[in-house]
């Protein structure tokens, strides 16, 4: 706390430095006003004027009595917060993140905060419908804000300073927010609403005996009320409060029935709004045994864990890492210290959430991108309290403010999800997890059946602690792996659609044994082409140099990078011929085709296109698990830690897409995605079955597959990388140069890399057209700089790269021209 001076007599006064959640290289200073002294706090918010007009919510990151020399500060508007809203810790990890990554503070800001915490000029105020106050709560300038809202829902932060004349309406927003009857949002995708549940209660009249008694006799002339009248009884022995669903699924009665009681006067209807974090009570399971193996791995881990601080467990698909997880995340509560568990993907925290539940009640909180605005603060804001004890989430839960962490599980380590694209920062979460270890002083468990390369070379070299899983828990065996070849199917004219005689006659032996099916095809959409017969002409996208891909779901052809969408073509735009032919099969084609060949089954799709809903993963996993599906189609999605008893056959529609990418990891990936979504196959006591079909059945990744032989892949692939100075014996930087004009381009990607040549050498590759070359009207040359482990330090290479990028933004020949980095991009 900043306080009066009394030795003399006088305020001091402040400055604060802010980080603004823009791409600026540096903090910049504000003045504090001398009534703010006592609330500025690093962590806190600060409302802050930058540029002409704009204002900002920014982070307070040093508070000084210097003044800028080269400018004269403004004065911070106001102050938002009581107490830092984030922590010293997570300050740290910014910086780090910053300067690891190549970014500035801002964009990880702008990526770590939710966007409710994130107030500015442009954000939009919206107010929620249903929302339960009482106005004689609020101020005069609170209620003209909902005033105006009622009349138009929907307002931009500048149009309430315009309607209230103050430039400080932050600190009313936040207030309103707080009280749960605005919803804060930058974009808004979906109108907010609570979460509401439908309580019934009996009338207060009728809580003597007699008056209950009475009321038997005036019900007993309509049955299915006395039934929903006898079941509000029986319920409420447990419950003090009873929901309006229970009642109706209690005794089987509808909704008319419940609201005739309550149109009587016997029932009194309350609706509550409800955390969209709250699961109910949960009884914790009871103790669960580990296997001898299992034990062994406790002990090995725990043994690393004295020496170490990050281990990998290396276990085969179904070991029982998670039951592993569970004993450490157990011996860590113990201690009163907080776990993450990292997920790669949405779509496991559906599965793995009702697992770890069974064990730790509501002390698990859920954290991910796919969470709205109001629920994501809402999970901050409890985190910041110490409220839960475990996050689980995906790659954003590393941003959350953390006090005391003991233990990070990052489940599925390898998984490419853990590595943001876009926008910066481009980190990967399980190096940031590390990092984020160090600073709490935890422990970091790394889990995986397919380890990535360099985590499997740094336990190799005794970086990292490594402990081995090799037998699947249980009676469960490694399922039986069958190689079909596309080619000799399709000679014999055996092969229908995409699916050979041996992956049909599996699928059809399944559907009669009620056992379910995953087929696996790692590209959405219908057909990934439209080729003219006559003269070659392929259809693609205005925007990006990609083919347009056909949806049968919209009858349009989608382009996969921008969105753009157009109409099928009727007749060719070159040559004008109609014989138009679709090209190739996504998961689309694959699940029409499978409708057809077997009519009766129960068939659904889990991609992007059916995924994007906020609840479709867990919807259709819940259908899944449930038996409802016979046949899951899928793309990576299906590979990625799902876990159902009743799978005993996987199909992996063409291998040959995987293994052939253009990509110095694409066998590594086949490997690991052919590996994981095998391993779904027979996890209980019943054989599994795993059926491959492509061209090249003599393919050295799928012969490794069929062995279950990751340490073969690893011996090879390190010899290729060592040979052609590739990650994890070589450090990456990768430089995406854009403009919108080609020729301009070229030449400011050539410019740039023989200045960065002239003191980096023969480290820089480039510049070179990427496999596509213009995305979003942007045309694109890439830049790659190899780095060697030993020599050079990579932190001096950053350095220097920092000063030439900043050269290249000065330089007025490079106007219209920016350079995206990317650190570690694959």
Avoid at 346 to 356: D, G, K, N, S
Avoid at 381 to 399: M, Q
Wanted: glycine share 4%.
């Amino acid at each position: 706390m900043l306080e009066f001076n009394e030795a003399e007599g006088e305020f001091k006064t402040y400055f604060v430095e802010v980080i603004l959640p823009l791409s600026i290289s540096k903090t910049y200073t504000y003045r504090v006003p001398r009534a703010l002294n006592n609330q500025v706090g690093v962590g806190k918010r600060a409302v802050v004027q930058f540029g002409k007009s704009r204002i900002y919510t920014s982070v307070i990151y040093a508070v000084s009595e210097k003044a800028p020399s080269l400018y004269e500060a403004k004065y911070v508007i106001d102050i938002l917060d009581d107490k830092p809203i984030v922590n010293a810790q997570q300050i740290k990890l910014w910086e780090w993140i910053s300067s690891y990554y190549m970014c500035t503070m801002g964009e990880v800001m702008q990526a770590a905060l939710p966007s409710a915490l994130k107030l500015a000029s442009e954000t939009r105020v919206i107010l929620i419908n249903d929302a339960e106050y009482d106005k004689a709560d609020l101020n005069d300038k609170e209620f003209l804000i909902i005033d105006a809202l009622e009349i138009q829902p929907e307002l931009k932060v500048n149009d309430i300073v315009k309607l209230l004349g103050q430039k400080s309406v932050f600190k009313l927003l936040k207030s309103l927010f707080d009280k749960g009857i605005i919803h804060i949002s930058e974009e808004i995708i979906e109108k907010y609403k609570p979460k509401t549940k439908s309580f019934i209660h009996l009338n207060p009249i009728y809580q003597e005996e007699a008056s209950k008694k009475a009321l038997f006799e005036v019900l007993e002339r309509s049955p299915k009320q006395l039934e929903a009248f006898l079941a509000w009884l029986k319920l409420s022995r447990n419950n003090s409060e009873v929901l309006r669903k229970d009642i109706m699924e209690e005794c089987g009665c509808s909704a008319s029935i419940i609201k005739t009681l309550i149109d009587k006067e016997i029932f009194v209807l309350e609706s509550k709004v409800v955390s969209r974090l709250a699961h109910g009570e949960l009884e914790l399971a009871d103790n669960f045994l580990l296997s001898s193996s299992q034990l062994k791995a406790e002990e090995e881990i725990k043994d690393h864990f004295l020496q170490k601080d990050v281990v990998l467990l290396y276990g085969v698909t179904s070991s029982g890492k998670t039951q592993l997880y569970v004993r450490l995340i157990e011996e860590n509560l113990q201690k009163n210290k907080q776990v993450l568990y990292l997920l790669p993907e949405i779509a496991l925290t559906t599965q793995i959430i009702e697992r770890l539940k069974k064990y730790f009640g509501n002390a698990i909180g859920i954290y991910h991108s796919r969470m709205g605005d109001n629920e994501r603060a809402e999970v901050w804001s409890r985190v910041l309290k110490n409220e839960y004890s475990i996050i689980l989430g995906a790659r954003s839960a590393v941003f959350l403010p953390f006090s005391d962490l003991g233990l990070i599980v990052v489940d599925e380590e390898h998984e490419t999800s853990y590595k943001q694209q876009d926008p910066a920062p481009r980190y990967h979460a399980r190096d940031t997890a590390i990092y984020l270890a160090h600073i709490h002083q935890a422990k970091v468990l790394l889990g995986s059946a397919t380890p990535s390369l360099e985590s499997f070379f740094n336990a190799k070299s005794s970086k990292y602690g490594f402990v081995q899983l090799t037998e699947r828990f249980g009676e469960a065996g490694l399922p039986e792996i069958k190689v079909v070849s596309i080619s000799e199917e399709t000679s014999k004219k055996t092969i229908q659609a995409n699916f050979t005689s041996v992956l049909i006659e599996a699928i059809r032996e399944n559907l009669e044994k009620k056992e379910q099916v995953i087929l696996f095809q790692n590209r959405r959409g219908y057909t990934p082409l439209s080729i003219c017969r006559t003269c070659g002409y392929i259809s693609k996208c205005i925007h990006c140099d990609v083919s347009m891909n056909y949806h049968k779901s919209t009858g349009q052809l989608h382009c996969h990078y921008c969105g753009y969408k157009q109409d099928v073509l009727s007749s060719c735009p070159a040559c004008g011929s109609v014989h138009i032919e679709p090209k190739g099969f996504g998961t689309e084609k694959i699940e029409d085709d499978l409708k057809y060949i077997f009519p009766d089954a129960r068939i659904a799709r889990m991609d992007l296109d059916t995924t994007r809903a906020k609840h479709s993963f867990q919807n259709i996993l819940s259908d899944f698990e449930e038996r409802n599906i016979d046949i899951l189609v899928g793309t990576q999605i299906v590979a990625k830690g799902l876990d159902f008893s009743h799978v005993t056959l996987i199909g992996i529609i063409n291998a040959d897409s995987l293994l052939s990418f253009p990509d110095f990891r694409a066998f590594e990936k086949g490997f690991q995605l052919l590996s994981q979504v095998g391993g779904r196959a027979g996890r209980r006591d019943k054989p599994g079955r795993v059926i491959i079909q492509t061209y090249d059945t003599r393919h050295r990744v799928i012969d490794q597959v069929i062995r279950h032989d990751y340490e073969s892949l690893f011996n090879t692939e390190i010899q290729e990388r060592l040979n052609f100075k590739y990650p994890p014996l070589y450090r990456m930087i990768r430089l995406d140069i854009k403009h919108k004009d080609q020729q301009v381009l070229t030449q400011a990607a050539q410019r740039f890399a023989a200045a960065i040549r002239t003191t980096l050498g023969e480290r820089v590759l480039g510049p070179e057209d990427p496999m596509i070359s213009r995305i979003r009207n942007l045309y694109i040359k890439t830049i790659y700089i190899k780095i060697e482990r030993k020599g050079i330090p990579v932190s001096k290479v950053k350095e220097y790269l920092a000063q030439a990028l900043l050269g290249f933004e000065a330089d007025k020949q490079n106007k219209g021209t920016f350079i995206q980095v990317d650190v570690d991009p694959f």
